[in-house]
């Protein structure tokens, strides 16, 4: 039964963690839009100069980022 208990409460742990990471990569996007379309730039995915050139990149195209 204790191994029942302590595996379930690492299960939970590890999804908690997980999710945690996620949301925190999220809330660093930023989605233009333009053009008929949208795209979405996330600040996880890149390092910062990265990001900076896709924002200037897109907005170069006519989106507008926000």
């Known amino acids: 039964m204790k191994k029942i208990i302590l595996s379930a409460a690492i299960l939970a742990g590890l999804a908690f963690v997980s999710c945690s990471k996620d949301d925190d990569k ?10 008929g379309d949208s795209q979405r730039v996330c600040k996880g995915d890149l390092s910062q100069s ?10 170069a195209l006519g989106y507008d980022c926000n």
């Not at 999220?26 to 053009?35: A, E, I, L, P, R």
């Open 26 to 35: 999220n809330s660093n996007c930023v989605t233009c839009t333009g053009n």
């Open 50 to 59: 990265q990001y900076d050139d896709a924002i200037d990149t897109l907005e």
